[in-house]
């Protein structure tokens, strides 16, 4: 039984190879976004009120058009599936079992189909990188809303990838094949290895028909070519046109493009910084959120993500303006850990952190939290850098 988070991080650092676990755990550059995200969030103090008479949280809540049991939905993780046999599987019962959504990655080793066949669609979401080739970026829109997704999340703050120091001193950016170095590290770990031979899926399966590479690392390699750099507004507008169901920005930081995604006609945005793996110093998600709150008005949908690691910090969030919290990390550690059951572990700790913050500030729904949640707080001045 996982009790926190940071037991299955040491557990998964423990259980899977260098290489894997420093990819999922790792930031860019000097990792100070990657910080920045847990500090942010351990700089806002709670002020709760007492003798409320809020003996009881009701958690339920609605995340870009998909009801959820409590305001937190598993963000997308590029090759979870690496992480336990039938893993991006394991992840999406563990939270329809919770009530919540998943957002699969556009790079999981499960299929979107395969995904899709093993829950009910209407409870997932899709994360779309945009591709030099559009007629592969449609095609891939294509599939997902004939698996039955009807919540299309764009990511837009990786035009390019950035120096992930630990992914260097491993080789894995630079590697096509197992090389020497990541197959001895592999060797120490003869458990995952055993169930790493055993696994049919360890290719992405959403880029097989592409001809990206026939191995994990050689697709690993071409992703980054294959990412669109120059995107843009019009590029946004031209997947509205073609998208039919909720389409989501993720990656946005700055109140204004908040304001344009609302304008453009967008249902929702997650703010990111892509869990400190993109610009090394970019503020973290938190920081912004009441700013991008009120430039975006009523009609766009705000959740957040980024250094989440128990239901409290959640609950600060919704009383900053989010709708919800997007987990990746936890998650992943949670499936390194205990697969379907661990990711279970994981959000039962979040759902019990987010009813115990909520009764212990008075505050008897997600709705009365949203409306008072800003006077819930105490943020330091000198606490968040501006």
Known sequence: MVISVEDARHEARRRVPRWLFDYIDGGAGAEHSL????????????????????????????????AHRFPVALAPVGMAGMLAPGGEIAAAMAAARAGISMCVSHFALASIEDIAAAVDPAGLMFQLYIFRDRAMTRDMVGRAWAA??????????????????????????????????????????????????????RIIRNLEPYGMGQ???????????????????????????????????????????????????????????????????????????????????????????????????????????????LIGRPWAYGLATGGMRGVGDILTLFHTGIQTGMILLGTPDIADLRARGRDHLHIDPAGWPR
Do not use: M
């Not at 847990?38 to 009881?56: D, E, H, K, N, R």
């Not at 990111?272 to 090394?280: E, I, M, P, V």
């Open 148 to 201: 039955g997704v009807r919540t299309l999340v764009v990511t837009v703050d990786t035009p390019v990838t950035p120096l992930r120091l630990r992914d260097a001193r491993n080789g894995f950016r630079s590697a096509t094949r197992l090389s020497g170095r990541l197959a001895g590290q592999c060797l120490l770990r003869p458990r995952w290895l055993h169930g790493t031979l055993r696994r049919p899926d």
């Open 35 to 66: 910080d920045r995200n847990l500090s942010a969030l351990a700089g806002i103090g709670f002020l709760p009120s007492v003798l409320s008479g809020a003996g009881t949280a009701d958690t339920g809540t609605t995340l870009f058009g998909i």
């Open 215 to 325: 191995t994990l690392f050689a697709q690993a390699a071409a992703i980054g070519r294959a990412i669109d750099p120059a995107i843009g507004w019009d590029d946004i507008a031209a997947l509205r046109d073609l998208w039919k169901g909720r389409l989501i920005l993720k990656g946005i930081l700055r109140p204004d493009d908040t304001a344009r995604a609302a304008s453009a006609g967008l249902d929702g945005v997650i703010l990111s910084n892509h869990g400190g793996r993109q610009l090394d110093g970019a503020v973290s998600p938190v920081e912004t959120l009441a700013a991008c709150r009120d430039a975006a008005g009523s009609g766009l949908d705000i959740c957040v993500d980024g250094g989440f690691r128990d239901g409290t910090d959640v609950v600060k969030a919704l009383a900053l303006g989010a709708q919800g919290v």
